[in-house]
């Protein structure tokens, strides 16, 4: 068999399918697993018959490869990929790549860059999304770190991405040393935020309403034929079809409460407030899932406090469309949190981030693959330095007419007693960025009191600081 064009490290599922993906689009890819079992076990499993060489040292997989070599790991952030990465650098030549396919966290993948560079080679960090799934029949893929490296995988990464409708790759180069990892982070954040929110909609429909799953069914497919049309919302209408066997319950209903995390929801929130960006409904995701675990305690708290006891007893056609209405629009602030985040990121660390093409990306084979994607990436074409995604005209007209039931959906669940942080959060987000005047006045006001940290006037310019307990001291100024 002639050598390969690209090898792969790390084959659970994920790296099995991307193997199969490569072999389909015509690539010869050779594989190698640190359970060495693994190996045989796959090339002559589902990769029988396949252009698909079985290695079984990492010296015999470098040799299997053509020059340049490319060599992605598909194994666990953290110290296996260094691991993994100071016993290929020497193995490999001048020019040689090294890619990172996993949730690495972007910093990690900044210093990765710098030391396999420094040793010749080049290193990409390439955030690839859409699960089993995706990974077998077309992911979305976002590569960054050295651009060198691009024109060597670009064929192989561009073959076996998703596709949106007019048969563009949801694969582009995103930017330098972690850019990559950091889109992808921000994607998964975003996905977190997603979620929460499809849920806190599937939980005011059940406990405001008393909607069975199989109603429940009917409402969410319907969603998926508008402007709601997204893998999330599909999979939500699926999961509430499910029937469980042994009890004849809806399968979602036989589930416990507690939602595990793998930890890159965590790293956007962390992200966020180390960049200065507000992205509360990205962070209360997290934090929903966090209070989720502590099942006991919330069960013994439920016995000790009270519900409300109040009933909704408005119209259920119409408070149905307010919660459709209520889930877009919070949607919408989920991504323009995601995307402030990576604006202010590119400026951070000048990668000069194409958001239109991040959309693009996005489009398919992710996640958080939406149809309203589409109109996020006319709208960063239309006006490449958009300060915030709501100030987008198409978006800007939807949230003023969601408002209201908006702000209904919110009010209802709350006198409920119902928790919706996230769409809560969304609300307030989009409160404090329309509103000109926030109460952080009084914030710096009490920072300069106890701390003399000086603030800014907004009748003419310079710093002052007051001196609060002397009625009679003038306020002192330091003009700038």
Not at 61 to 67: A, N
């Amino acid at each position: 068999m002639s050598k390969a064009d690209i090898g792969l490290i790390g084959l659970a599922v994920m790296g099995e399918n991307l193997v199969l993906n490569m072999e389909s689009k015509g690539f010869t890819v050779a594989v190698y697993n640190r359970t060495v079992q693994k190996v045989t076990d796959f090339v002559e499993g589902r990769a029988r018959g396949k252009k698909i060489i079985g290695a079984y040292s990492l010296k015999e997989l470098v040799g299997s490869l053509k020059k340049p070599r490319k060599v992605m790991l598909m194994v666990k952030a953290g110290k296996p990929v260094d691991e993994f990465i100071h016993k290929l650098i020497p193995l490999l030549e001048k020019g040689d790549i090294i890619i990172d396919g996993g949730n690495s966290h972007f910093s990690d993948t900044i210093r990765r860059t710098r030391e396999v560079e420094e040793k010749g080679l080049y290193y990409v960090g390439a955030g690839v999304s859409g699960g089993e799934e995706g990974a077998l029949k077309g992911p979305s893929i976002m590569p960054g770190g050295s651009f060198e490296a691009w024109q060597y995988i670009a064929p192989i990464f561009r073959a076996i991405a998703a596709r949106v409708k007019d048969g563009s790759p949801c694969c582009e180069w995103v930017g330098n040393d972690g850019a990559g990892h950091f889109v992808k982070m921000v994607h998964n954040g975003i996905e977190y935020g997603d979620m929460q929110l499809i849920s806190e909609a599937y939980y005011i429909l059940k406990n405001a309403l008393g909607m069975p799953a199989g109603e429940m069914q009917s409402v969410f497919s319907e969603w998926n034929k508008g402007e709601l049309n997204s893998y999330l919302i599909e999979i939500t209408r699926d999961i509430l079809s499910k029937v469980d066997k042994e009890t004849g319950q809806p399968m979602v209903e036989m589930i416990m409460d507690t939602a595990g995390q793998k930890g890159t929801g965590k790293w956007s929130g962390q992200t966020a407030l180390d960049l200065g960006v507000a992205a509360p409904t990205i962070t209360e995701a997290v934090f929903a899932r966090c209070i989720s675990a502590i099942k006991q305690e919330r069960t013994a708290a439920s016995r000790v406090f009270s519900p409300p006891g109040m009933k909704f007893e408005g119209d259920r056609e119409q408070f149905i469309e307010a919660i459709r209405q209520a889930l877009f629009a919070s949607k919408i602030c989920s991504y323009a949190q995601g995307f402030a985040m990576m604006g202010e990121a590119s400026k951070e660390y000048n990668w000069n981030l194409n958001f239109g093409d991040i959309a693009l990306m996005w489009r398919e084979g992710c996640i958080i693959r939406a149809q309203f994607l589409e109109n996020i990436k006319d709208a960063f074409d239309r006006q490449p330095d958009l300060p915030n995604l709501l100030m987008a005209p198409c978006f800007r007209d939807t949230l003023d007419k969601a408002q209201n039931n908006w702000r209904l959906t919110v009010s209802t669940a709350v006198n409920l007693g119902l928790p919706v942080p996230a769409f809560s959060s969304a609300l307030s987000y989009f409160d404090s960025y329309r509103t000109a005047s926030l109460p952080a006045n009084m914030i710096q006001a009490q920072r300069d009191y106890f701390g003399a940290h000086t603030y800014n006037r907004v009748d003419k310019q310079g710093t002052f600081h007051t001196q609060w307990l002397n009625p009679y001291e003038e306020v002192t100024s330091d003009p700038v």
